[in-house]
Structures are given as structure tokens and as C-alpha cells.
């Protein structure tokens, strides 16, 4: 099943005293581009939390935050005070203010807000406390999220493999039709290079008929669509292929993008005729508009 690269989950959980609400998110990339949002006083949760996510995803650029909350308490609550830190910068207060009045100089009185707004004054509860039982808790709860987030790009990319499929169907038909065409013109481009190579003659006097017939006969071959035709042919079946392929195959359906547009602007190039041009023009817009569903294809 084709798997998308966007997605988004959000869960929430509790454990260790504390609660918590995790949020990932992610968009098409090249590679996985992993941005992690923890706190960082639980010690030793990134390493984990990043290995989890790298074995269950392969590309996107993806962001995974974590909020924690102490239980019972509302957000922003879960601080306290530093005795040692908060005697240090009152101290250091005293010493300014005593230093101003001798100088004749008049500061503003320090409000509280201003002392706790001093780095260091005000800390997380949690800080002193053993965050090991509540690490476990979050790794334990981390597989689900994963799970949701992965059947989320699941389902999106189902949409997508149907879109796909329908331009690729698209391709196919416009591809049936260029060989169709060019049947056509094959009898009308033999009795035209037998016309030009009959007034050529008469016009070329002591001209060698062998060479004029020869340069007629690689414009022909210059003209021939049929390679193109059956490569198109070929990536048509290679990438329905690739839909029904598991795993990630992203980067193989951006390579054989490249080789439809190829092959497509090869066929307008050599169409030499207006119906056959518009065929080529139409294929170029579907394949397209298929590139941009797989550059979101993981």
C-alpha cells in the first residue's frame, strides 16, 4: 500500500504523577528530518524517542512535540522557588541599590515578577525528582501514537495510490492514442519523403540519389515515435507496480517520474504533426500533475 508522507496525531496519556499530551506532525522531504519538542529535565527521553520514530518512519520532515503537566496541577503550574538562587540575586538587588544611593542615581523599585523572571530563581518541581519511572511511562505510551500517526499517512495515502491509479490510466490512453496517430501518419510521412526526395531530384541536377534517399531515411528514423511509445509503455507497468509494492517507494517513483517527462517531451519534439503534438502536450500535463501526488508518496 502506497504510504503518504503527511500525516498528524495527537494523544494523550498519564502516568508517574504527571500528564501529558503528545503532538506529531509531518510533510513531504528527501530524507526524515526529525524535530523533537521534549523536556528536557526528563533525563535520558530524547535518545529512545528518536530511535522510536526512526524505525517507524523512513522520510518526511516530521515534528513531535511532548507537554507534561504534574497531576492535579493546572499548565504552567509544577515550579518552585530556588532558596540559594533567589538569596544570590536579592543579595546582588541590595548591592545595586546601595551602590545608587551613594552615586545619587534613583532606580526603579524591583517588583517580584522582575526577581522571578531571573534565570534560575524559579525551576520545575520535578527537577530533583527520579524521572525514570516517568521516561518509562512515556516510552510505553510512545508505540501508539506511532500507530495512529501511521495509519493516518495509511489512509492518506490510499486517496492518494487512487488518484495515482487514475492518472496513470489516463497515461495509458493518451499513450494508446499516440501510437494510434502515429500509424496514421506513418503512411502520410513515406508519401511525403517520396514527394520531397522526387522534387529534390528534379531540382538537383547531378545529385547523388543514393545520399538524398539516405538523409530522407534518417529523417524518418528522427521522426519514428515508437521507442518512446514502448517506454511509456514500460514505466506505465513499473509504476503500477510500485503501488502495489509495500514498504517506501517514494524514490523510486520520483526517478520514474523523471523518465515520463523524458520520454514525453521526446514524442512533442518528434510529432511533426498537430494531433500528435496535442497528444504529447496532454501527456506532459498528467504526468505532472502524478509528480506532484508522488512527491508526497513516502
Known amino acids: 500500500m502506497t504510504i503518504s508522507m503527511t500525516g498528524f496525531a495527537a494523544r494523550k496519556g498519564q502516568g508517574a504523577g504527571f500528564v501529558w499530551a503528545w503532538d506529531i506532525r509531518s510533510v513531504n522531504g528527501k530524507g526524515l528530518d526529525l524535530r523533537l519538542r521534549l523536556p528536557d529535565w526528563v533525563d535520558g527521553l530524547e535518545l529512545p524517542v528518536r530511535g522510536q520514530v526512526q524505525q517507524a518512519l523512513s522520510r518526511g520532515n516530521v515534528s513531535l512535540s511532548l507537554k507534561l503537566t504534574a497531576e492535579g496541577a493546572e499548565a504552567g503550574t509544577g515550579l518552585q522557588v530556588n532558596p540559594p538562587v533567589l538569596a544570590a540575586v536579592l543579595a546582588a538587588l541590595q548591592q545595586v541599590e546601595g551602590?545608587?544611593?551613594?552615586?545619587?542615581?534613583?532606580?526603579?523599585?524591583?517588583?517580584?515578577?522582575?526577581?522571578?523572571?531571573?534565570?534560575?530563581?524559579?525551576?520545575?518541581?520535578?527537577?530533583?525528582?527520579?524521572?525514570?519511572?516517568?521516561?518509562?511511562?512515556?516510552?510505553?505510551?510512545?508505540?501508539?501514537?506511532?500507530?495512529?500517526f501511521a495509519a493516518m499517512r495509511a489512509a492518506e495515502g490510499a486517496a492518494m495510490q487512487g488518484v495515482i491509479a487514475g492518472q496513470l490510466d489516463q497515461i495509458a490512453a493518451l499513450t494508446a492514442a499516440a501510437a494510434t496517430e502515429a500509424d496514421l501518419r506513418r503512411d502520410t510521412a513515406a508519401a511525403t519523403l517520396r514527394s520531397a526526395l522526387a522534387r529534390v531530384l528534379d531540382h538537383a541536377e547531378g545529385a547523388d540519389e543514393g545520399r538524398v534517399a539516405q538523409e530522407l531515411a534518417?529523417?524518418?528514423?528522427?521522426?519514428?515515435?515508437?521507442?518512446?511509445?514502448?517506454?511509456?509503455?514500460?514505466?506505465i507497468a513499473a509504476a503500477r507496480a510500485l503501488l502495489a509494492e509495500p514498504g517506501a517507494v517514494g524514490r523510486k517513483f520520483d526517478f520514474l517520474m523523471q523518465e515520463f517527462m523524458r520520454e514525453a517531451n521526446t514524442l512533442c519534439s518528434k510529432a511533426q504533426s498537430l494531433a500528435l503534438t496535442r497528444i504529447g502536450l496532454d501527456l506532459k500535463t498528467v504526468i505532472d500533475q502524478m509528480r506532484e501526488q508522488v512527491q508526497n508518496v513516502e
Open 218 to 235: 534518417l529523417i524518418a528514423v528522427r521522426q519514428d515515435v515508437t521507442e518512446e511509445l514502448d517506454r511509456l509503455t514500460a514505466h
Open 99 to 148: 551602590a545608587a544611593m551613594q552615586a545619587g542615581v534613583t532606580l526603579a523599585q524591583a517588583t517580584a515578577a522582575d526577581v522571578l523572571a531571573v534565570r534560575g530563581v524559579l525551576e520545575t518541581a520535578s527537577a530533583e525528582q527520579d524521572t525514570g519511572p516517568l521516561r518509562s511511562a512515556l516510552l510505553a505510551d510512545l508505540p501508539a501514537l506511532l500507530a495512529e
